[in-house]
Each structure stands twice: as C-alpha cells, then as structure tokens.
C-alpha cells in the first residue's frame, strides 16, 4: 500500500506540476507551453552525457531533409573564371519522425521508500531525475538498436525497442545498399580476422570516405562485448608497464581514435563516426504530458507523448561492422 506520507507528496507533485505547465489536472493529457517545452527537452537531454554529445534538434515536420551541423568535405578552393563553391546537404537524405509514448511507472512501495528518505524537495527530485533519465535511456536505446516502426510495440518481442523506430545503425543499412555496414564475417583474436581491437578498428575507420578519416571529431563506438575481450587479452599478457598502460586505457582510446562505449549499443558492434554526426529529432508542438497514480495498477504513472525519430547528418560518415559478423576467437 501507498504510505500517507507518499500520498501527500504525490497530491503535492501533481499541483506543482499543473501549476508549472498551467493546467487544472494533469492526470488528463496536456501540451506543454514553449517554456515548459523547451525545460522538458533539456531536463531529459542532461540527465545522459550522451545526449549532449549527439545532436538532439527540434524540427518543424514529421519528415524532411535532415538538418547539416557540420561537415569533413573540404569547402576550399578556387575555381577559373568564378568563384569555388561547394553545397552541403546530402540529397536524398531525409528524416521520418514516428509518434512516441514514453511512460514512468513507479510502484508504490518503491514511493513510500522515497517518501521517508528525505524532504518534499528531495522527494520531487527523486520523481523527476528518475523520469528523466529513464526516459533519455530509451531514447539512447533505440538510436542503436531500432530496425522499423511497427503500428503496435512489443518489448517482450523487441526488448531493445527494434519495433520503436529505426535507429542510427539501420538507417546505415538502408543507405544507398548498405555499404558502410560491413556484414562479411570476421573473427577477432589471435590468428582471426584482426589480432587485436586496435586492429579491427583501425579497419574500420579506412572504410571511411578519404576526406572524413581524419576528422579529429571521428570516434570509434566499441560494444562493451569487444572491449572486455580484447582488454581480457591485453592483461593476461601484460608484462611490462607499456602493456599494462595499454589496457588501462582501452576504453579511452583504440587505434588512435577517442574510443566510447554507449549505453545499450550492441556488445558486439563497433562503429567509425563523429558523436554530432548521429541526430535525434522531435517534432515541435508534439510533446505532451500526463500523470496520475493509477488505483487499478497501484503505481504512479508519468506519461510523455511526442513525435520523434532519428537521421544520419552525414550517412557515408557512419561505418561499423555488424554484431552479426564478428565472432571472438
């Protein structure tokens, strides 16, 4: 059962909330004000590193040319007889944006925990930070493993959310046949494929069109899979120093590229791109709220409606080696 004390500050949540958004009862769907819009968006932004690092924009249609926020190519030159001048944009390149429910539900003994550990504050913290963040997870979640849209989700099915939307990764794989998604097999490990991590991903970065594979920003996106074998390797024959050097910093650097490891990207994956390179969009306008505690499922439920979907700003500039392909030797 829901304590009295978790009562009330769920009563007290609720006004705050409707007295912040300017509604009468937000147990009923409302929209949010550009304020409280643009508040949202950034709450659910920072309450990941990583989505700071990725573009996250709002935009204007359910679907259309995907916004540039930065290129490799070279924009230098000249050119007889006029002035050099080189488009941005990739044609061709457009975003679909899906609609998308979010919903928090916290059971009533998980509150009246958090009622008892602290002040109303602390309490309202707690509510927001846990919305926020799990919601900022699933969106993260997708980006890496959405492969379509289906009309009805099923997370028994799809756990990762493949049915939600189609991820970074997948939209690679549509791209002009799929050519930045390499899918041959291979085998990691002494005598496989590549000896070692260093190896594999300094592959995969050549795959990389000439003018992008020096782009300071190119990062290597390592599934943790890939890291803990190859850092299992490093350790078990660390004798020197230098070795043992090599190892500590695995998970900060592999073949000479600033190395990540993302939440939720599959174990087995391992992507050359820039973080500003991967976009996640929201339709503006779209987003709405709703919260109430639902008697009949004994549970509070935080709801988060919007249109939302992900793009490529540059798809030759996204080039991995898929899960599916990589067997550890």
Known sequence: ?????????????????????????????FSLSNPMDIRLREAIMFSHEFLQMITCNDVDQLS??????GTSQLLT???????????????????????????????????????????????FRMMQEFMDKQFALDMIRVGFNGTHAAE?????????????????HQIAKEWKGGSQVLTDPVTLGAGGTYATLDAMGSDVVNHLPIEYRNDPEVVLLVGSELLAAEQFRLYGK??????????????????????????????????????????????????????????????FENKYWRNEGYALGIPEMYVAIDESAITLV
């Open 152 to 168: 009805t989700t099923d997370p028994d099915t799809y756990p990762n959310g493949e049915d939600v939307n189609k991820g970074w």
């Open 77 to 123: 030159g000249r050119k007889a007889g006029g002035r050099f001048c080189r488009k941005l944009g990739v044609d061709g390149n457009i975003y679909t944006l899906k609609e998308t429910d979010s919903c928090a539900a916290l059971d009533w003994a998980t509150l009246s925990v958090w009622a008892n550990s602290g002040n109303e504050g602390q309490f």
């Open 238 to 299: 660390a004798d020197t120093p230098t070795e043992n050097l090599a190892a500590a910093q695995l998970d900060t650097i592999v073949a000479g590229k600033r190395a990540i490891v993302p939440p939720y990207m599959p174990g087995m994956r391992i992507a050359a791109t820039t973080l500003k390179n991967l976009h996640l969009y929201t339709q503006k306008g779209t987003r709405k709220r709703a919260a109430e505690d639902v008697q009949d499922r004994k549970q």
């Open 1 to 29: 059962m829901l304590n009295q004390q978790a009562e009330v500050l769920l009563q007290k949540y609720c006004t705050a909330l409707a007295q912040q958004s300017g509604v009468a009862n937000v147990a009923k769907q």
């Open 64 to 69: 259309g040319q995907v916004i540039i926020t």
